[in-house]
């Protein structure tokens, strides 16, 4: 059973910094791709970064230059560094995860494993 636990969300001021992780049971695909995904009350899912187990990565125009994302494959972990915060950047932040290599591109309908979402506020 895969699981997927967020956490390092919560409140900052525009141009600060978080970091998110994602850590991630009971998955054992060597071939897989993890993605960030973000929601704003109102908004549509959005995709945000996505990164293979080659290390390819991919991002939002919106995110490129000020978020990064990364995976620690020893603590099963994914992180999202994101810096240069925006009040625009607010959202439910989603971890996600496929098994497969393939595109790496942050499309929700390719994901079928979800976290529960870490709350993101930067206020301006």
């Known amino acids: 059973q895969v699981q997927l636990v967020e956490s390092g969300g919560g409140s900052v001021q525009s141009g600060g910094s978080l970091r998110l992780s994602c850590a991630a049971s009971?998955?054992?695909?060597?071939?897989?791709?993890l993605g960030w995904f973000r929601q704003a009350p109102g908004k549509e899912r959005e995709g945000v970064a996505a990164i293979d187990s080659d290390g390819r990565t991919t991002y939002a125009g919106s995110v490129k230059g000020r978020f990064t994302i990364s995976q620690d494959n020893a603590k099963n972990t994914l992180y999202l560094q994101m810096n240069s915060l925006k009040p625009e950047d607010t959202a439910m932040y989603y971890c996600a995860a496929r098994p497969g290599s393939g595109l790496v591109a942050p499309l929700a309908i390719l994901f079928g494993y979800w976290g529960q979402g870490t709350q993101v506020t930067v206020s301006s």
């Open positions: 009971g998955y054992t695909y060597s071939r897989y791709c």
